[in-house]
Each structure stands twice: as C-alpha cells, then as structure tokens.
C-alpha cells in the first residue's frame, strides 16, 4: 500500500507540475551490466541485468568484449525503461558507475576498439611495472597516492600500444583514444553522427596512475614515463554535473547524462559517506573498502591508495582512503565453477554452517597476487592447514574467513594512517546477503557492520550524483537522509579468538610471497 501510495504521489507531482520522476543508473561491473530505475525516494522501481563473456586468454590474462558490453549497456537501459513504463519525459537524469581501471583504446574516426578492454584484475603488465625505476616509481606515488602496479590503467594503455600493429605511431597522430569504462558508454551513447564527447570523471581519472592529485589534471611528466600521447586521453570533469545528452534512439534519448563514478566511488557515494571519518566495504568480485578524508589527500604509509571520492560541479574535490582487495566473491565463483563444491554461490552459506570452524586450514585466494596492503603481484593462492579431518564444508568456511581477514587487514592499516580506529563499518554488495560472512565480519573487525536497506548502493550512488547535477535531490544532507539501515552485525567473540584466528591467517598470508 506504501509503494502504491509513494507511486501515486509521484504521478501526482509530475502532472500538476511537469517534474520528471525518476533519475536511472548503469551500473556496469566485472561481471554484468545492470540498469536500475529508482524513484525520489531512492528506492528502486526496475532493474534489468546481462552478463558478459569473461575472456582467459593467458593465465594472469582477463579480458572483455567492449562492443558486447555496449551492446548489453543499450538492451538493459532499454528493458528497465519498458518495465517500468516511462519515457525520456520521466527521467530527470541519468548516471554511471563502472569498474574502474579497465582499459579500451578505440579508433576516434569510427569507434571500433583495437583490442579487447583489459580487466582490472589482469596482471600482463607486470614487466612494464618492473622497468620503472625506484625513483619512477615514487615519483608515481607521489603524484597520484597509487603504487606503481598492474592494477592501473597506465601500464595497460602503454601494453596496447606495444603489442597492436601501428598503435603507437597512431595514437601519436591523434587516431586514437583512450578510455575507461565509463569514457566508452558516453562516447556510445552521446555520439551523434561524427560529433562525440570524450570524457571521464575525476575518480575514474584518479585510477590511471596518469593523474595529478593537487590540480586534478593529466601530469605530463607521468605520461613522458609511460610515453603516453596525451591525445589520447580524455577530458576530466566533475563526478556531478551535466556532461552530455543521450543520443541514442529509444526511451532516453535527450536525458541528461549527469554523474559518473567509478564503482566504489559509487558505492561510498551511494552510502552517503559524505563527511570524514565515514567508512563503507564493497563486497563483490573482490572487496574494496573507502574512508572520506575530506578535502585535502591523505597518503599512505601502510599499503592503502589515496584516491579521489568525488567531486560535486566546481567544489573542491573529496578524497578517501582505499583498500582494494584483488579476490573475495571470486573465491566462492572458483569454489563453484572449478572445484564444483556447490551448484549456485548462495548454497556456500548452508554448506559453510554444517561446521563450527574451519578445520584449521586457510585459504590465501592471491590468485593475481595479493593487493592491499602487502602489494605483491608475485603471490599465489594457497590453502594451508590440510589435514584428512578437513572436508568441503571446512574449506567453504575458510572461503568466507578469508574476505573478512583480507578486510581486517585493510582496516588495520587504515586505522594507522587515519590515527582514529574505526567504530562501525557499513556494507554493500552481493556478499552482504550472505548472513554468516557479515558476523564473522564484525567479529574479525571487533565493530558493528551495517547493512543498507537499498542493497545496489553503487548504482544508487550514480544516480544520486545525477539527481543531485540536476536538482533532483537538492542537497547531499537530503541524499543522507534517504539512507536507511536494514540490519546490524555486532561481535559475539572474544578478542583473545579473534586475535588468535588471525594470527594463523598472517602465517598463511607468508606463504604466498614469493611464488610467480
């Protein structure tokens, strides 16, 4: 009756004075595309969702087609409109989120990529990280808040220019561009014959190991170290404000495009991490974990990136503190697809509860090497502790413990950067729904985690960007207090055990150095 009453408000508003109602989102992950429809209320009315083809080329090796994520990103936008019965004359705006650091050079004449897009999670450029020197590779640091690393869209942009016939020499000319995620669904859906806009936002920007912190720009002298034309890339604009119209035929043509994030960006924005101090952990295909600093960058001295969190219009950009956490939710898909243990990732759940513990043994998923805070791209994946007591119901606990070991460790270490231990942590992502990983979340963390009631918080979080370029939502005091709890995690153990499992964790963290 509530939802009935909330859509006949809102019909109701639109008639007596002409407001569009609703604000969409593309939320276009590792794994799947999914467009959602939310209403003022930053409820959600539709979503639709297509997955794409993971491609291995080599081990290490990911890669994905960017003309079949285009083609998914149109046919989901397109189905949640038609599900939810509205026009471009009911969307006040549209946002992005995407999975950041994934990497496409594409032809600027014709739009055709000269390769595959190379995931995030791809490691191949590991030689060119090791060609850096020291000095390099601080200057990198120092500039951007990343380390030096395969992780970043710079490395990747330099492999394609080494490997595709004539690339370099044509992107010298200006033939081609260089784009994230995000930069490739603008460009698609706001080309218009021959004119084309060519942009990505300062939290996508800030994931290239190619932007200044300070003044928010490509850096030259990063792009000389790479030899990376400038050409390529894109303008960077804000995360919140009107960067084009859609031009494509169908349901939004001429809604504005008017916030883009990167994923977790997205998320924290999505969880109203507006004010410093607030945390929120993303867990999906891996785990990434952002606290707001404010306005000024916070760098690292245990492991942690400095990153940008957003930025509304013209106001001074807002930073954050990040742990990226290279596998976790891939973890259960490996249990399931490779090792068979389940037939669909939510049966992990009862399986892991048919024990008390895990047997003993652990699980170091460092199946690309390990991210924060060790940064070790030479680790291995290694479970430890087998014995012939262990069975599959131990090792699917030991999945789970592992995400909450990793995130322990992240908390760790930004609790020494930022000097205040974290009191509470909230959560998103599709791991939350997974009620035995949250408690021993919040034991391993010792805090209460929070679960939102809206569980899409990153596509949330780009639409929220949008509404709020377009007066939708007319404040981010308004955008916080839209967020609302669905359930609290406490810790039910005693410091002594969770001290004492995660001391057997740090050892089985050792064993994986050293190996590729």
């Given at each position: ?15 007596t004075t ?5 604000v ?9 595309t ?6 003022a209320?930053?409820?959600i ?6 997955e794409?083809r993971?491609i291995l080329p080599?081990?290490?090796?990911l890669?994905?087609d960017?003309?079949?994520i285009?083609k998914n990103?149109?046919r ?9 019965d ?7 705006a ?6 950041r650091?994934?990497?496409i050079?594409?032809?600027r004449?014709?739009g055709?990529p ?5 995931v ?5 450029t590991?030689p ?7 000095e ?6 120092r500039k ?5 690393s ?8 330099r492999?394609?220019?080494d490997?595709?016939?004539g690339?370099?020499?044509r992107?010298?000319?200006?033939e081609?561009?260089f ?21 990505t936002d300062?939290t996508?920007?800030?994931r ?8 928010l ?8 170290i790479?030899d990376i034309?400038?050409?390529m890339l894109?303008?960077i ?13 169908g349901?939004?043509?001429?809604v504005?495009?008017a916030g883009?994030?990167g994923?977790?960006?997205?998320a924290?924005?999505g969880q109203?991490?507006h004010?410093p ?6 867990y999906?295909?891996g ?6 600093t404010g ?16 930025r ?6 807002v930073y ?18 490779n090792?068979?243990?389940?037939n669909?990732?939510?049966d992990?759940?009862p399986?892991?509860?048919s ?8 699980i170091v998923?460092?199946?690309t090497g ?13 479970i430890?502790g087998?014995?012939r ?6 090792l699917?606990r030991?999945a ?7 995130t322990?460790?992240?908390?760790e ?5 930022s000097?205040?231990p974290?009191k ?22 010792g ?7 809206v ?11 949008a ?5 939708f939502?007319?404040s981010l005091?308004?955008?916080w207090d ?23 964790w740090?050892k089985?963290v ?5 190996w590729?």
């Open positions: 009756m509530d939802n009935l009453a909330n859509q006949l408000s809102e019909q109701f508003a639109r008639w002409g407001r569009r109602g609703y969409m989102a593309i939320d276009q992950g590792t794994t799947s999914r467009s959602i429809v939310f209403n209320h930053g409820e009315v539709t979503s639709s969702q297509l794409h993971q080599h081990p290490g090796w890669e994905h960017p003309e079949e285009r990103v149109r989901v936008l397109a189905d949640s409109a038609a599900q939810a509205i026009t471009t004359h009911d969307i006040a549209l946002g992005i989120t995407n999975q650091e994934t990497t050079v594409w032809e004449e014709t055709r000269i390769y595959n897009a190379i995030w999670q791809d490691t191949r590991d060119i990280i090791n060609r850096l020197t020291e390099q590779k601080k200057t990198f640091r951007t808040g990343l380390p030096a395969t992780y970043f869209a710079g490395p990747k942009i492999w394609i220019l490997h595709v016939e690339a370099q020499e992107a010298e000319r200006g081609l561009v784009g994230t995620i995000d930069t490739w669904l603008v460009w698609d859906l706001a080309r218009k014959n021959k004119r084309y806009v060519h942009i300062v996508n920007a800030s290239t190991m190619l932007m200044n912190l300070e003044t720009d490509w850096d030259q002298e990063l792009l000389d790479l034309p400038r050409a894109p303008e604009v804000s995360s919140s404000e009107v960067v084009a119209r859609v031009q494509r035929k349901p939004l043509h001429g504005p495009i883009i994030l994923d977790q960006q997205a924290s924005f109203a991490c004010r101090g607030e945390a929120k952990n993303t999906g295909t785990n990434f974990l952002l606290l707001n306005t000024t960058p916070q760098f690292s001295e245990h492991g942690l990136l400095t990153t940008v969190a957003y509304i219009g013209q106001q001074p950009a954050a503190l990040e742990g990226s956490i290279a596998v976790t939710g891939s973890l259960v898909q490996w249990l399931r697809d090792l068979g243990f389940f669909q990732a939510r992990i759940e399986l892991a509860r024990v008390e513990d895990n047997g003993g043994c652990y998923p460092a199946f390990l991210l924060a805070p060790h940064w070790r791209p030479e680790a291995r994946g290694v430890t087998l014995t007591y262990v069975t599959k119901a131990h699917a030991a789970l413990e592992s995400t909450a070991f990793q322990r460790e992240v908390v270490a930004m609790n020494k950067d000097g205040v974290l509470a942590l909230k959560v998103d992502g599709g791991m939350v729904e997974n009620t035995l990983l949250m408690q021993i979340q919040a034991n391993q963390l805090v209460p985690v929070t679960v939102p009631k569980s899409e918080t990153t596509a949330l979080g780009a639409a929220f960007a509404g709020l370029a377009v007066g939502f007319p005091d308004a955008i839209l967020w609302q709890e669905k359930c609290t995690y406490s810790p039910d153990i005693s410091p002594e055990v969770r001290d004492a499992e995660f001391a057997q740090t089985a050792q064993r994986t150095f050293d590729a």
